[in-house]
């Protein structure tokens, strides 16, 4: 039961925010310094939004880099502010363009921008009331407090957090198998078939990608729980490599349901893989050893419809899967060993700053974005003379997401959950509760809030809110007389958010498909490649493989957002669900052909090379009307080598034969889907 809670994944999150938040307040409270504890309390919330958590091989590097940035730009604030009295506006501007550098070096450095900015922000709550070198002090001693802790718990839990996604990559695995093979009858229509199984693999290849991130960050010098863990990494993508296949003949599945039980056999497969690897996924999560596994009865039950019906290729790609999925289940050692792919790059400092000084480089975007935003923000406070005018920074700063969408949902959860946390604390100051038991309150409040946050970030920001409030009543006993400027603030920061998704240099989905589709296509071409030469290595597959996923799950997350975002073309965003659905058959069919690669079910040389020549013709040719808005002047088909007679059709012929197929109605929805696209791609025009 101590296992199942400390190791729970939001109970594991809850107790460590708790506890870096609350161990130096109740250190201060025994020495009497209770306003300087609560203080202290402030610098974890920068070292979170910076990323300063996260498992690393430059750990402290990572922690001497962001406390020297909190440092610094505490400093600068308040020097340009009060010795050279420059205006909050102009500060806050020149800040964030300075410190948007960091985005340019790789993903995980962008999050230094927001933090020293929330670092600032905190600063200006301080100016005037301690000396100069306060601030500094304090987020240099916070964040040395918060590595020391955040490292000695990682310690303790032995990568929890990469256990966490692992643990969820295999119960999305488990979901996505069930909900494939559960129900055949009623996949027969790709319209209604697809949407809900791609998003399934969308979550699949997303935690995939976080996987390869984190196994990328950890020390080179594996432990044995390191090694354990990637091991089971490997047996992931194997999985997800035959559960990602598809056979997408609905008529011969449809017949084999109607001649046998076939049905009910694969679903008894079905759920008994899919019981499995939510075991799996337990015993990953609460590093337990896992038992022994066996689905003989159900496998031979598979093989004798396999059997009995030769003609009909269903039994015989179920057991062929099912058979190799049951292995890796049992054996938990994956079919073959290959390296960690490179998923992202990290520039060095002077390149960086070369590639940020560029009008077309999105982090100098987001950086006058939010430095934009920010100068509004502090000249609003100074105008109308707010008490408290860094809250509305500090919510710009929190509600500030990358892309519309999900801006727009923060601003909905700060901005309810706000308001119930405001109305909740002015009910709770009306109790005049001592200061221990505030205290007490305010520690269960904050592990509550910490303990929902991930999941539901409007419920974690009301205990949160609470929490704020009883902070300002302990440092100045007058936490009630913020109610309200607090909502203000919160109001117009969220206000302020919004416009700037919405005007400030916006990147809509919408105007990324076309990119997107592209870099898809391009994937796609890679693979193609790498599957018909002669004896193509295994890991390279396999990483080709891992590409085609992510770039067709980037398209496929950029055609839904941008399904959400204001007036968009509704009329080229469906034409684009389509290309997107024949995207999908690509990679599943890119899929199949990777294990019969690796498998040796391969080509002649001559017809490998005639079946590449036609695939690359189709590909540039779709590539190209990505490009052309013009009228398309081709009205042939991609036509495939002619077959030979009294030859058998191989499987990898199979595919390719239909690759070409989906390629051509690509073509076709290029040439309608594009000439209706606006070509600014910055504001769209609701049909």
Same mark, same amino acid.
């Given at each position: 039961m ?11 999150y809850a ?18 310094q209770l ?7 402030l ?8 990323g300063?958590d ?7 590097k990572?922690l ?7 440092a610094?730009? @505490?400093? #600068?604030l %308040?020097?340009?502010?009060? /010795?050279?009295? !420059? *205006?909050?506006p +102009?500060?806050?501007?020149?800040l964030?363009?300075?410190l ?25 709550s ?8 306060h601030?500094p002090l304090?987020f ?7 590595g ?28 996505y198998?069930?909900?494939k093979? @559960?129900? #055949?009858? %009623?996949?027969?229509?790709? /319209?209604?078939a !697809? *949407?809900?199984l +791609?998003?399934r ?6 935690l ?5 991130q984190?196994l ?22 194997d999985?997800?490599e ?8 609905p ?14 056999v ?5 759920q008994?893989?899919?019981?499995r ?12 050893l @896992? ?10 039950a !598979?093989?004798?419809?396999a ?7 269903v ?8 058979s190799r ?6 054996t ?8 960690l ?6 520039l060095?400092?002077?390149a960086?700053?070369?590639?940020y000084l560029s ?5 100098l ?19 109308f ?6 809250w509305?920074l ?8 990358n892309?519309?969408?999900a801006?727009?949902v923060?601003?909905?959860h ?13 009910g ?8 221990n ?6 520690l269960?409040?904050t ?13 974690g920001?009301i ?41 400030l240099?916006?990147?809509w989905q919408?105007?990324?498909l076309?990119?997107n589709?592209?870099q ?16 193509p290595?295994p890991v ?5 493989r891992?590409?085609?996923?992510q770039a ?14 204001p007036g ?36 002649t040389?001559?017809?490998a ?14 590539q ?25 059709v ?6 390719l ?10 073509h076709?929805i290029?040439?309608l ?14 049909k």
């Amino acid at each position: 039961m101590w296992r199942k809670c400390f190791y729970h994944p939001e109970v594991n999150y809850a107790l460590r925010q708790t506890l870096v938040l609350c161990l130096p307040i109740a250190i201060a409270l025994l020495v009497g310094q209770l306003q300087l504890g609560l203080l202290f309390s402030l610098v974890p919330a920068c070292c979170n939004i910076a990323g300063l958590d996260t498992p690393h091989k430059r750990f402290f590097k990572r922690l001497l880099i962001g406390g020297a940035l909190f440092a610094i730009s @505490s400093i #600068l604030l %308040q020097l340009m502010l009060e /010795d050279w009295h !420059l *205006p909050l506006p +102009l500060i806050m501007l020149g800040l964030s363009l300075v410190l948007g550098v960091t985005g340019e070096i790789s993903p995980l450095h962008a999050r230094l921008l927001p933090g020293a900015l929330v670092a600032t922000i905190f600063t200006l709550s301080m100016v005037g009331t301690v000396p100069v070198w306060h601030a500094p002090l304090l987020f240099v001693v916070g964040t040395a407090w918060y590595g020391l802790f955040n490292w000695l718990w990682f310690r303790l839990s032995e990568e929890q957090p990469m256990r966490e996604t692992l643990s969820q990559l295999y119960l999305q695995l488990a979901d996505y198998f069930e909900a494939k093979y @559960s129900l #055949l009858t %009623q996949h027969t229509d790709p /319209d209604t078939a !697809l *949407p809900p199984l +791609l998003k399934r693999q969308q979550q699949v290849i997303d935690l995939i990608a976080l996987l390869y991130q984190q196994l990328h960050m950890l020390p080179t010098h594996g432990h044995q729980h390191h090694q354990r863990l990637f091991r089971r990494f490997q047996v992931a993508l194997d999985l997800q490599e035959h559960i990602s296949v598809s056979l997408h003949l609905p008529a011969e599945v449809q017949k084999l349901v109607e001649e046998s039980h076939a049905e009910a056999v694969i679903r008894r497969n079905a759920q008994v893989i899919a019981a499995r690897l939510r075991v799996l996924a337990d015993d990953i999560l609460y590093h337990r050893l @896992s038992d022994r596994f066996s689905m003989t009865n159900e496998l031979a039950a !598979l093989e004798k419809i396999a059997s009995r019906y030769r003609d009909n290729p269903v039994g015989q790609f179920c057991y062929y899967h099912f058979s190799r999925i049951a292995r890796l289940l049992r054996t938990q050692r994956p079919l073959y060993r290959r390296d960690l792919m490179q998923t992202q790059t990290r520039l060095p400092f002077w390149a960086a700053l070369k590639s940020y000084l560029s009008f077309k480089s999105a982090a100098l975007r987001n950086a006058a974005r939010l430095g934009v935003i920010l100068a509004i923000g502090s000249s609003l406070g100074l105008f109308f003379n707010l008490p408290k005018p860094y809250w509305i920074l500090l919510t710009t700063l929190l509600v500030s997401q990358n892309g519309y969408n999900a801006t727009r949902v923060r601003i909905q959860h700060r901005a309810l959950g706000t308001l119930a946390g405001l109305i909740a604390a002015a009910g709770l100051l009306q109790l005049a509760l001592p200061q221990n038991i505030t205290l007490l309150c305010m520690l269960v409040i904050t592990l509550l809030s910490y303990t929902v946050l991930r999941k539901n970030y409007g419920l974690g920001v009301i205990g949160l809110t609470v929490t704020a409030v009883y902070t300002l009543q302990l440092l100045a006993l007058n936490g009630a007389h913020f109610l309200l400027p607090r909502l203000i603030d919160t109001l117009i920061g969220c206000a302020l958010a919004f416009g700037g998704a919405i005007w400030l240099w916006p990147q809509w989905q919408s105007g990324l498909l076309r990119t997107n589709a592209h870099q898809a296509l391009e994937s796609d071409q890679q693979a193609i490649r790498l599957l018909l030469q002669e004896n193509p290595d295994p890991v390279q597959l396999a990483y080709a493989r891992m590409k085609v996923n992510q770039a067709h799950n980037t398209l496929f997350t950029s055609l839904n957002q941008a399904m959400q975002e204001p007036g968009f073309n509704s009329r080229y965003l469906t034409d684009m669900r389509l290309w997107v659905t024949h995207s999908q058959f690509l990679v599943d069919h890119i899929n199949a052909m990777t294990i019969l690669a690796r498998e040796h079910y391969m080509l002649t040389p001559k017809l490998a090379m005639e079946y590449l020549q036609t695939c690359e013709i189709a590909l540039q040719s779709c590539q190209q009307r990505l490009t052309y808005d013009g009228p398309s002047s081709e009205t042939t088909l991609f036509n495939a080598p002619e077959l030979v007679a009294d030859m058998p059709v191989t499987e990898m012929e199979r595919h390719l034969r239909r690759i070409l197929a989906h390629l051509s109605a690509m073509h076709t929805i290029s040439s309608l889907a594009w000439r209706q696209r606006p070509h600014h791609g910055i504001w769209l025009t609701r049909k």
